[in-house]
């Protein structure tokens, strides 16, 4: 599967900005998708993981009730709507595809997943 992520841009702290990431090449609703990010000079950390129907969610405690995930099986696409951004949320946002069946309690892992995004830089001012 190919992944492609977009709208990512600059933005005042408090503000909100919606990732997108198209899917194409395979059925888009065999895979889990999740979201990470990557911020200069740091890892990539997990930010949120969606399950093959959307049935379940996860978040890192640091975007919980703030980011919602979010997938249209039917567009081929996931989302990732960021409210109340802050300077520290500024990071290169990648999505990334999942094709083990089931719950896997290493979802916050990168290496579970095989398919990645390009990555698409939020930056968010102070």
């Known amino acids: 599967v190919q992944l492609q992520a977009s709208g990512g841009g600059l933005v005042q702290a408090g503000g909100s900005l919606r990732l997108s990431c198209a899917a194409s090449g395979h059925t888009f609703s065999s895979y889990a998708m999740g979201w990470f990010r990557q911020a200069p000079g740091k890892e990539r950390e997990f930010v949120a993981r969606i399950s093959r129907s959307g049935g379940a969610t996860y978040y890192a405690d640091s975007v919980k009730g703030r980011f919602t995930i979010s997938r249209d099986n039917a567009k081929n696409t996931v989302y990732l709507q960021m409210n109340s951004l802050k300077p520290e949320d500024s990071a290169a946002y990648y999505c990334?595809?999942?094709?083990?069946?089931?719950?896997?309690?290493?979802?916050?892992?990168?290496?579970?997943?095989?398919?990645w995004g390009q990555g698409t830089l939020v930056t968010v001012s102070s």
């Open positions: 990334a595809a999942d094709e083990r069946l089931g719950y896997n309690p290493d979802y916050a892992q990168t290496t579970p997943y095989r398919y």
